[in-house]
């Protein structure tokens, strides 16, 4: 069952993808319109599971999952990535390449490789941490290097 972001539980589970590039209006509105498709009909053992999504910043695929009624799991997981894969392939974008580090330098959002972080940032740079797992945590997802998974590469 798909509903309003903003109505999701705090502790809702949280998917997040990162494009290298800025999305396209075009782009977004694809993977709106399967997102949403995808997400009405998403189940776990035959239960509807409650969910929703947002684009943030025209780069940002943030999924929600309130998984306190059913969770998930398995085929249901394994669906999910399929689609995220299909819109790489047919957007031409890279969506799942987990050693980028999303780095807010200038105002401006660089996607950059983890290994050559260093170059361009420090541990004061704010980054977009896509591993957050819970809503409630989406409110400091920015945060300095030092404080993230990424602090090993500034050092």
Same mark, same amino acid.
């Given at each position: %069952?798909? /509903? ?5 539980? #705090?502790?809702? *589970? $949280? ?7 800025? $999305?396209?209006?075009?782009?977004? =509105?694809?993977? @709106? ?18 969910? @929703?999504?947002? !684009?943030?910043? &025209? *780069? ?5 999952? #309130?998984? *306190?009624?059913?969770? /998930?799991?398995?085929? @249901? %997981? ?5 689609? !995220?894969?299909?819109?790489? &392939?047919? $957007? =031409? !974008? @890279?969506?799942?390449? *987990?050693?980028? /580090? ?19 940032? &420090?541990?004061?740079? $704010? ?6 797992? &819970?809503?409630?945590?989406?409110? =400091? ?15």
């Amino acid at each position: %069952m798909f /509903v309003p972001f903003d109505i999701l539980n #705090d502790s809702s *589970r $949280l998917w997040l993808y990162g494009s290298e590039t800025e $999305l396209t209006k075009q782009q977004t =509105s694809h993977i @709106s319109e399967k997102l949403t498709t995808f997400l009405e009909s998403w189940e776990y053992h035959q239960q509807k599971l409650t969910t @929703s999504f947002k !684009i943030s910043e &025209n *780069r940002f695929i943030i999924i929600a999952l #309130d998984d *306190r009624e059913y969770g /998930v799991g398995g085929c @249901s %997981m394994d669906g999910l990535q399929r689609l !995220i894969q299909t819109f790489e &392939n047919d $957007l =031409s !974008i @890279s969506l799942m390449n *987990r050693l980028n /580090v999303f780095c807010k330098i200038g105002g401006e959002i660089q996607c950059v490789s983890s290994f050559k972080l260093k170059r361009v940032a &420090n541990s004061e740079t $704010l980054f977009y941490d896509l591993t957050i797992q &819970n809503k409630s945590e989406l409110h =400091s997802y920015l945060k300095p290097i030092k404080d993230g998974w990424c602090s090993k590469f500034c050092k």
